[in-house]
């Protein structure tokens, strides 16, 4: 158990998966203007993870170890988590539309969010087994969407100063996160 | 739906020719990736512990079957002999898995010496099982009959400060590639001879 | 649309330049700019790839049906970003290494779909190859310069790509790093004012 407690710490601090991985800049940078788009972003990121590192895993382990297809591992990666992400889609759209509403919008941008990938290939190349996989892949974007409410957080105050005109926007938004990945750095110290 | 049928023959083609490029490559280059992979990741560490040694080791490598799995056993030869066999074996540290190379004295049934192949571990802390030959010299001709355990558990390993957790996992990989040296001389034996 | 060569290619390198004014492909910006040898290393890899499937994509632009069309491009980039894995493993290994799972996420580097869907579907093939290069080595560049800052203030030392060839010391022995520089905050710190510096400079 406290194993499981150390890898979940290491995936939501001191690994965290946008400041010190620096996977998942795009949407991190696009959707954490408002607190409303980050946390939706940060929810379906999480749903679609869990689901995404469980069928990876299954796949590297029972279809492409055995049969030493490990080089299709880029390309069927990416089209399970293509097809994954537009099932879910269609699954949430007709079935709960609740919540559908919420995180219908971000859905098609998760294909090409590479903390997805990322974390699945991670899962892989750590060589986690079924249950490291399955608390990686729910720490990993809980970390993310950690860092991403925090930093909306920031950015809402950011609106309201008055910022150099060349550093307005992405160029701003850039430096507070180096702020953030200087706080999250102090995590490194806890080993 | 014929439409449907269509559009669904045209992605299996895409996947189709996709798999048979990537095929091609993947023979063409395997031998080479191969040989690489040991060169550059397994290399540095044989070259430490098997220093001296007047063959490469790389070069004289055999596989023996563990359970599913099948192991790479380099060779050293020391004096004239091939007395020293080295496998890879890896340990939980902090950051994730240690990747260990260990090195056996078949004569003396001892180990030969520890090197770290890959890690992720805290640069300054957990990092100095790689960087610090001071730490990986205390397993040098530690005896296999009692496990390896750090000091605070009774052992006679100092751990790297600051660095429990990656100390323990180095020497729990250690252990593991003490059972697997016991469980395999035999074989390793027949295919040095052979 | 019938724009020359010269202009398709150059718009990659100043007025489009990714991720400076295309502000996408940010993951590999901040991760692989440690030294000039990773930000270079990289910028080839994307450029290979991109040039590859902007050609292939246009060579098929008229065979692959609309509404399977993401799906043709991801198989075509994927296919082309392992083969780039695997010639790297063979031929470069140490660099392959220090790129580590970048090399595999250049499937979804943002950039790379965006030109498949934005450029190469619509025009021919001579126009999507100078779109690919200028773009390619726009990357490059960019990535090259900002390694190249953080590198020398961050670690002091310079290391050239492919000749295996690196200048320690490059500001004098007596220079203390700024090693704020190349540990992940510096990287976006470094980044944003790279972005503040090109604004200043203006779109012309």
């Not at chain 3, 190469?120 to 999507?128: E, F, L, R, T």
Request: net charge positive; aromatic share 10%.
């Amino acid at each position: 158990m406290g194993d499981y407690f150390l890898l979940a710490i290491s995936c939501i601090f001191v690994n965290n998966i946008l400041l010190a991985q620096y996977l998942g800049n795009c949407p991190f940078l696009g959707v954490s203007k408002k607190m409303e788009t980050a946390t939706g972003m940060a929810t379906a990121v999480i749903f679609v993870l869990v689901l995404a590192g469980a069928i990876t895993w299954a796949l590297s382990h029972y279809i492409l170890k055995p049969f030493d297809l490990e080089y299709l591992q880029t390309l069927s990666f990416i089209l399970v988590i293509a097809s994954l992400v537009s099932f879910v889609e269609l699954f949430l759209k007709k079935s709960i539309p609740a919540l559908y509403s919420g995180l219908g919008i971000f859905l098609p941008l998760i294909t090409t969010n590479c903390a997805v990938m990322g974390v699945c290939l991670i899962n892989i190349k750590e060589e986690y087994n079924f249950l490291e996989t399955l608390v990686s892949s729910f720490t990993y974007p809980a970390g993310f969407g950690l860092a991403l409410v925090l930093y909306a957080g920031l950015r809402e105050r950011i609106l309201l100063a008055r910022v150099p005109k060349p550093l307005q926007d992405t160029a701003i938004g850039l430096v507070g996160a180096g702020m953030m990945s200087l706080a999250f750095m102090a995590f490194k110290g806890m080993a | 739906m014929r439409d449907v049928i269509k559009l669904f023959l045209i992605v299996t083609i895409f996947s189709a020719v996709s798999g048979w490029a990537l095929a091609t490559v993947r023979n063409l280059t395997g031998e080479r990736i191969e040989i690489q992979q040991l060169t550059y990741v397994k290399g540095p560490a044989l070259k430490e512990i098997l220093a001296g040694s007047s063959n490469d080791p790389i070069t004289d490598r055999f596989k023996v079957p563990d359970g599913k799995k099948q192991i790479d056993v380099f060779t050293g030869v020391f004096e004239g002999k091939k007395n020293t066999v080295a496998f890879e074996v890896s340990g939980k540290g902090y950051g994730g898995n240690i990747g260990i190379m260990v090195a056996f004295n078949i004569e003396k049934d001892e180990l030969a010496g520890i090197g770290v192949t890959t890690h992720s571990e805290t640069p300054g802390l957990g990092a100095r099982a790689k960087t610090e030959p001071s730490f990986r010299a205390q397993f040098k001709g530690v005896s296999i009959n009692k496990p390896v355990k750090v000091r605070p558990e009774g052992g006679d390993i100092d751990a790297l400060s600051g660095a429990t957790v990656t100390s323990k996992g180095v020497c729990a990989g250690v252990n593991d590639s003490i059972e697997i040296y016991k469980r395999l001389k035999i074989e390793i034996l027949k295919n040095i001879k052979g | 649309m019938a724009k020359s060569f010269v202009q398709e290619f150059t718009k990659g390198l100043w007025t489009e330049i990714p991720p400076f004014r295309l502000v996408l492909g940010l993951c590999p910006t901040l991760a692989l700019t440690k030294s000039l040898e990773n930000g270079v290393g990289m910028g080839v890899a994307f450029t290979f790839v991109l040039i590859l499937s902007n050609i292939l994509i246009s060579m098929l632009r008229n065979v692959i049906p609309k509404q399977v069309r993401l799906s043709c491009y991801i198989i075509v980039i994927a296919t082309f970003v392992t083969i780039v894995e695997l010639l790297m493993q063979a031929y470069a290994f140490p660099l392959y290494q220090k790129l580590g799972i970048f090399i595999p996420l250049i499937v979804v580097n943002c950039i790379v779909l965006g030109r498949a869907e934005a450029f190469a579907a619509k025009n021919g093939v001579i126009p999507s190859i100078a779109d690919a290069l200028g773009m390619g080595i726009g990357y490059t560049l960019a990535l090259g310069t900002l390694a190249a800052f953080r590198e020398i203030f961050g670690a002091g030392t310079l290391t050239f790509p492919f000749i295996n060839y690196s200048i320690h010391n490059v500001l004098g022995s007596s220079y203390k790093p700024f090693t704020f520089l190349v540990e992940a905050p510096g990287a976006f710190v470094c980044l944003g004012l790279m972005l503040c510096v090109m604004n200043m400079l203006g779109k012309k």
